[in-house]
């Protein structure tokens, strides 16, 4: 069964940085894409940050430049390196598969607000 267990969100100021931590089991992580994604309040889900197996990311425009996704395949984990926040960024948090599983974690909260 996979879990996708998402970690580091919360209330930071505009500027602010903030790291956010996605452990996956239950896959054979290191072969597989992953990628960020984010919901906020009345929108649909959408993807910001993908990273293949190999290590080439894509970054939705919206947060290039700004934020930093990686992946650590001995601990099963990737990253996202969140710089510059705006209130915009603010939104549930999720990891998953790149292109997703019908499974989603709990995601993390990130509120960007002064």
């Known amino acids: 069964q996979v879990q996708l267990v998402e970690s580091g969100g919360g209330l930071v100021q505009p500027g602010g940085s903030l790291r956010l931590s996605c452990a996956a089991s239950g896959i054979i992580f290191r072969i597989y894409a992953m990628g960020w994604y984010r919901q906020a309040p009345g929108k649909q889900r959408e993807l910001v940050a993908t990273?293949?197996?190999?290590?080439?990311?894509k970054y939705a425009g919206s947060v290039k430049g700004r934020f930093t996704i990686s992946r650590d395949n001995a601990k099963k984990t990737v990253y996202l390196q969140m710089n510059s926040l705006k209130p915009e960024d603010t939104a549930d948090y999720y990891c998953?598969?790149?292109?997703?599983?019908?499974?989603w974690g709990q995601g993390t909260q990130v509120t960007v607000s002064s």
């Open positions: 998953n598969r790149d292109p997703p599983l019908e499974d």
């Open positions: 990273i293949t197996s190999i290590g080439s990311t």
